[in-house]
């Protein structure tokens, strides 16, 4: 399936399901406490162009990172090789 005609159905179904869990949780007085209805209130103060946004990032961020692991696991090298690796050079960069 292409993934140019998924990206908008994703989109829209992401948006009402965590609008639909928001709406549950962020009135619960149990959840008032929780890091989580902090940030469903959050959530639920968004208009919609800023969760389309926000969720839009959410899917580049995961098919970026599936993209990824899929590409080092067909290179045949263990992850565990590449992760020290990573580490090593993010170390240098860093200072």
Not at 51 to 74: C, N, Q, R, Y
């Amino acid at each position: 399936m292409n993934s140019i005609l998924i990206e908008p159905l994703l989109r829209r179904t992401t948006i009402d399901a965590i609008d639909r869990v928001a709406a549950r949780i962020a009135d619960a007085e149990v959840a008032k406490a929780a890091s989580v209805a902090r940030l469903l209130r959050a959530w639920n103060d968004l208009d919609r162009h800023e969760k389309e946004h926000v969720v839009a990032t959410m899917i580049a961020i995961g098919s970026a990172a599936v993209t990824a692991i899929v590409a080092l696991k067909k290179r045949g090298k263990p992850l565990k090789k590449l992760r020290k690796r990573a580490r090593k050079a993010a170390k240098r960069i860093a200072g």
